[in-house]
């Protein structure tokens, strides 16, 4: 048995959630740390992160009518797990990633997108090879994805303007006065934009109709890439407003054509939302910015990707090792320095305690 797996079945024992609704972070960075070519790490990562998650709490199967009644409620994980647990049992899992993803993907913005983080890392370890513990933790991930499946305001693409991607929509994004942010975790920050017209508008004007799949999710995590630089202050929003869309990446290949697309509109809606409720207001109090001046050792690290990833593995912090390895990843799609930059100032710097809220 593989450190993975051993690290998955340990996970497996956990529930999806600790603290205050805090994602269980294990199963994506134990494979992340696998990618970056740092197995070794993985019991090291088992033995710093299991000790604070609670046991799993047991579910039992639901019907048709119960999983549509159940879509986003959260008590209902358990009753979740064992539904795709069931599902799962004598089929092949793509098969039931391709069923399943079409009715999870509008809500991917669930738990600030870990619904979506966890399958997809569990896809890629599939893909990888086939063990019991890692068709398990694609139900673990569909169930969490389906059990926190939540919408954001606006229809992407609704009222497109010719040739307007990503990096155009983020831009044109109206930050979230701060009297109305903060205390809350990301997914409930972004409900607050819930009566935001401006927000709504810079999501439906998005051109979705000719973008080419890849190309889009590579712009849209080149410019987020760039924004967790631009805004040190809220590291772990932006981290996610790249890790989100580029797990789409993963599963992408089991998607029809339009349910892509639709899953493209999703991940620029997330990235905009976490944009909106995080972004820096010049001036705020513990909002300084520190990258337009990187120190030498952030900039070096930048340059060496083998350095990045065993800064980011060495780390054992989730967040580090998910985000650096995301950059990297979509860097070898796209080379961009701002995935570079960005995944070396989290490997430096992405390590104090606190940092890993969500």
């Known amino acids: 048995m593989t450190d993975l797996d051993q690290a998955l079945e340990r996970f497996q024992l956990a529930d999806f959630e600790y603290g205050e609704g805090l994602s269980n972070h294990g199963p994506m960075a134990a494979e992340a740390l696998v990618a970056l070519g740092h197995s070794a790490l993985v019991t090291g990562l088992v033995h710093s992160y299991a000790a604070r998650l609670p046991d799993l709490r047991r579910g039992t199967p639901m019907d048709e009518a119960e999983q549509a009644a159940a879509l986003g409620c959260r008590e209902r994980l358990p009753d979740w797990l064992a539904t795709y647990e069931a599902r799962l049992e004598g089929r092949k899992w793509r098969d039931l990633l391709r069923e399943a993803l079409p009715r999870l993907v509008p809500g991917l913005a669930g738990a600030a997108t870990h619904g979506l983080l966890r399958t997809a890392h569990a896809v890629r370890a599939l893909e990888a090879e086939e063990t019991p513990a890692r068709r398990r933790e694609l139900a673990f991930g569909l169930a969490y994805w389906a059990g926190c499946y939540e919408g954001l305001p606006g229809h992407p693409g609704a009222r497109p303007q010719a040739g307007r991607g990503p990096a155009e929509v983020l831009e044109g994004i109206v930050p979230l006065p701060l009297e109305r942010r903060g205390g809350l975790l990301l997914s409930g920050a972004m409900r607050r934009l819930v009566d935001e017209p401006l927000f709504v508008a810079s999501i439906e004007s998005v051109d979705l109709s000719c973008a080419d799949p890849g190309a889009f999710l590579s712009a849209l995590c080149a410019s ?135």
Request: proline share 5%.
């Open 224 to 358: 987020a890439a760039g924004l967790y630089l631009e805004n040190l202050h809220a590291r772990i929003a932006y981290v996610h407003a790249v890790t989100g869309p580029s797990a789409l990446r993963l599963v992408a290949p089991y998607l029809a054509e339009a349910d892509l697309r639709r899953g493209l509109g999703a991940a620029l809606q997330v990235a905009a939302a976490l944009h909106a409720v995080s972004a820096r207001v010049p001036g705020a109090p513990g909002q300084e910015v520190t990258i337009e001046n990187p120190d030498m050792e952030i900039e070096k690290v930048s340059e060496n990707v083998d350095e990045i990833r065993y800064r980011a593995a060495c780390s054992l912090q989730e967040h580090a090792i998910k985000f650096a390895e995301a950059c990297l990843r979509e860097d070898a799609i796209a080379p961009d320095a701002r995935l570079r930059l960005a995944a070396a100032e989290a490997a430096v710097r992405l390590t104090a305690p606190g940092w890993g809220k969500w």
